[in-house]
């Protein structure tokens, strides 16, 4: 019971020296304790004092436990209820049951079994206790915009946010993949004065690289087979606003230059066009790589990398993010809860410990991903251990920190594409950094794919 606020216990019976044993033993326990000899004066304290647990005869004058047992869910249904009785009876149980009773007890009470039962539910009022006050600082604003958080390495990247967000500054956030790079270049848009514009993103990665160039710039009627109309591409959609170039380091080199020269002339021209056209357009870029070490590698041009590196944000991994952790987890628990119609309340104490020993190579994303399996799984009530998929109950971690456990007998072939598959897993199916992982050329994780009959084209 140490460090924990006491639990309120009412006790109702009609019996002074039953009341004064069962005060006497809660009391000693640590509990809180409130008496009452009938039903009105139970009545009166349920609603004054707010206890948090009531442990009530059946029999008792003028009413009876079952018709408090229903009063006091009438008023507060998450409650719990336990009666007692010295007559016990299996319908009398039943029925007590069937009402909402938590628990039912024969007389003479047996002190370990009330001891254990009261146990479990202070552990379960702490762990709504502490669910309410991760509520309370979600709803006091614990974060900016869409991103929540409040450690250090957050309250510093919203720092830069607002620094950067008062001007048109290129700005390039660098973090792992999953960790809310696309938040914050809307938060960047949505504190700026180009809030009122349209914010598009684009996942350089997931365009294949012969429309690429469509796709960010726009095409004329006829530039290309298939070409039927002339559209309008990325810069001229995010006139205005603000445009998120997401795995920009993953940009093909012969599109480089092309993008550049927007960049610098605030002009697109069209593939298959001849009339350049203004585009008034800020651009924030991300990447989940090392962008010097990509400049380095020879695949991100040295005069593109500075124009676009103007203002770095380092994004930090969920890892190094502290309690970010929780106050995520109930953001989600929330959220999704709103999106599924479950009315999940928080996390158990042993859901909360293994959350805190995963080492979240994934990220929020992977988080996000998690909770919204445990919302799905456990319906009602707090997230247990149970609810967690295997990788995060058995302490797996995936990615750079875990191992991959090769069956025997496999071939190469079959072991590449557990590899593969493993690291797509670790990334939150985000191709460019399964290749990244693997050493591998983004292309050779899209070309494998579409050989093993999926998509090879997404992210």
Not at 250 to 277: H, N, W
């Amino acid at each position: 019971m140490a460090n924990r606020e006491p639990m309120k216990v009412l006790v109702v019976d009609d019996e002074p020296a039953m009341r004064e044993v069962l005060e006497m033993r809660l009391e000693a326990w640590g509990y809180e304790v409130l008496l009452a000899g009938d039903v009105p004066e139970a009545e009166r304290l349920a609603t004054t004092r707010r206890p948090d647990v009531v442990i009530s005869d059946v029999v008792l004058p003028e009413a009876s436990g079952i018709d408090l047992l229903r009063s006091l869910k009438a008023g507060d249904a998450e409650r719990p209820v336990i009666l007692m009785t010295a007559h016990g009876s299996v319908d009398l149980a039943v029925e007590a049951m069937k009402e909402g009773a938590h628990d039912f007890l024969t007389k003479p009470i047996e002190p370990e079994t009330l001891r254990a039962t009261l146990e479990e539910l202070a552990r379960e009022l702490a762990e709504r206790r502490a669910a309410r006050r991760l509520d309370a600082a979600l709803a006091g604003g614990a974060g900016m915009g869409a991103l929540v958080g409040m450690s250090e390495p957050m309250r510093e990247v919203y720092r830069l946010i607002r620094l950067v967000a008062a001007t048109d500054a290129a700005v390039l956030v660098v973090g792992e993949t999953g960790t809310g790079k696309e938040l914050v270049a809307r938060s960047i848009h949505e504190a700026s004065r180009r809030h009122e514009g349209s914010f598009v993103a684009v996942n350089v990665a997931a365009i294949p690289e012969g429309l690429i160039e469509s796709e960010l710039f726009g095409h004329e009627r006829g530039a290309f087979t298939g070409a039927v109309t002339s559209r309008a591409g990325c810069f001229e959609t995010a006139a205005g606003g603000t445009l998120f170039l997401d795995e920009v380091a993953e940009m093909p080199l012969s599109m480089q230059p092309k993008l550049l020269r927007v960049l610098e002339d605030g002009r697109v021209r069209r593939l298959g066009g001849a009339r350049e056209i203004p585009c008034d357009v800020r651009v924030v870029a991300a990447t989940n790589r090392d962008a010097r070490q990509a400049v380095a590698d020879g695949r991100l041009r040295e005069d593109l990398f500075y124009r676009l590196n103007v203002f770095t944000i380092p994004l930090p991994p969920l890892r190094e993010r502290g309690d970010d952790l929780l106050l995520l987890a109930q953001h989600f628990i929330r959220q999704l809860g709103r999106k599924h119609g479950i009315p999940v309340e928080g996390l158990d104490g042993e859901a909360r410990r293994l959350l805190e020993a995963h080492p979240w190579p994934g990220n929020v994303r992977e988080l996000r991903n998690v909770i919204e399996r445990a919302v799905i799984v456990a319906r009602s009530g707090l997230i247990g251990s149970s609810h967690l998929p295997a990788a995060v109950r058995e302490g797996g971690g995936g990615g750079e920190r875990g191992r991959i456990v090769l069956p025997g007998g496999v071939t190469a072939a079959e072991a590449e594409q557990i590899v593969i598959r493993e690291a797509l897993r670790a990334s939150g199916g985000n191709k460019a950094e399964a290749a990244r992982r693997l050493g591998l050329d983004v292309k050779t994780i899209r070309n494998k794919l579409k050989v093993w009959g999926e998509d090879g084209e997404g992210g």
